[in-house]
Structure formats: structure tokens, C-alpha cells
């Protein structure tokens, strides 16, 4: 198995800034075919979307609501993948799930709360 854990989550006013991390750990083996990482979010009512995902080769996908405001980086060594989150918006507010996708399976953390006051 794999287990992600967040940090970062929090309050914060429109235009801030936030730094979420997720570390991964667990069976080595998975470890070390994880493929992609990322972020993925949900708001109170609305289904669960990705935000951003980094594959092995670096590739990255965003959402297009924070391109250009929202950049992806994953230290393999640390087994550990970052959101810097700029220009926050009150629509950004959610909870932020730490994925990683290991052979086709899906691993989730538990999720870290942002908010983001207008």
C-alpha cells in the first residue's frame, strides 16, 4: 500500500499565497513505480476535479482555473509533490487530495482544507 500525507492547508486572504507538500511512503516497491502525482479538490456540493499532475518524465496537466497561478514540483528523492497556490481566489476554496497513481491504482491522502476569504 501507499500512504500520502498533506500539509499546507489552511486560511488565507484572496491574493495570498499557500504551499501545500504531500509525502508519500509505504511499500517500496509501489514507492517506486509510482507514475503520476498530483492534486485533486472538492468544494462543498461539487464533485471532486483535478487542480494539477505531474507524470515521472516531468509532463505536467492543470486545470485550466489555475493556470498561471497554481505550479506543480515533485522531489522524487523525498518521494514528495508540492502545490504553490498564488493569487488565491474564493473559488479555490476546498479540500485539497493528494493522489498518486501506482499501476493503474489510485491512492488518496485524507485531504487538507483551504480557504480562501474575499
Known amino acids: 500500500q501507499v500512504q500520502l500525507v498533506e500539509h499546507g492547508g489552511g486560511l488565507v486572504q484572496a491574493g495570498g499565497s499557500l504551499r501545500l507538500s504531500c509525502v508519500a511512503s509505504?511499500?517500496?516497491?509501489?514507492?517506486?513505480?509510482?507514475?503520476?502525482m498530483g492534486w485533486y479538490r472538492q468544494a462543498p456540493g461539487k464533485q471532486r476535479e483535478l487542480v494539477a499532475r505531474?507524470?515521472?518524465?516531468?509532463?505536467?496537466n492543470y486545470a485550466d482555473s489555475v493556470k498561471g497561478r497554481f505550479t506543480i514540483s515533485r522531489d522524487n528523492a523525498k518521494n514528495t509533490v508540492y502545490l504553490q497556490m498564488n493569487s488565491l481566489k474564493a473559488e479555490d476554496t476546498a479540500v485539497y487530495y493528494c493522489?498518486?497513481?501506482?499501476?493503474?491504482?489510485?491512492?488518496w491522502g485524507q485531504g487538507t482544507q483551504v480557504t480562501v476569504s474575499s
Open positions: 493522489n498518486a497513481k501506482v499501476f493503474m491504482i489510485n491512492y
Open positions: 509505504g511499500n517500496i516497491f509501489r514507492i517506486n513505480n509510482i507514475n503520476t
Open positions: 505531474m507524470a515521472n518524465g516531468g509532463a505536467t
